[in-house]
């Protein structure tokens, strides 16, 4: 069974920092384009950062670029999304996604966590 399992979210101030990880198993990940996604209450799930197979291929939403930084270790079939210089505006729940569709880092993925929940206090 594959699990996508999200930890390090939690309630932080505005201009601080947290530092998301997506466990994986079941399965291995390493040949596959790994992706995080953000739903804020009443709106549609959006687009946050992508990372492909190897890690030298980045991909971030315009709100999150230069602050938030995605990384994989394919050793530990781990994702992470360091997030710093955080705004009220990303008070979200933080789903992590794995194997992106028709190469796609920004559509569909096969597999998702349950996600974990991203408060930001201003």
């Known amino acids: 069974q594959v699990q996508l399992v999200e930890s390090g979210g939690g309630l932080v101030q505005a201009g601080g920092s947290l530092r998301l990880s997506c466990a994986a198993s079941?399965?291995?990940?390493?040949?596959?384009?790994m992706g995080w996604f953000r739903q804020a209450p009443g709106k549609e799930r959006e687009f946050v950062a992508a990372?492909?197979?190897?890690?030298?291929?980045?991909y971030y939403a315009d709100s999150v670029k230069d602050r938030f930084t995605i990384s994989r270790d394919n050793d530990k079939n781990t994702v992470y999304l360091q997030m710093n210089s955080l705004k009220p505006e990303d008070t979200a729940v933080y789903c992590c996604?794995?194997?992106?569709?028709?190469?796609?880092?920004?559509?569909?993925?096969?597999?998702w966590g349950q996600g974990t929940q991203v408060t930001v206090s201003s």
């Open positions: 990372i492909s197979w190897s890690g030298s291929s980045t």
């Open positions: 079941g399965r291995t990940f390493s040949g596959s384009t």
């Open positions: 996604a794995g194997d992106a569709r028709n190469s796609d880092p920004k559509g569909s993925y096969a597999y």
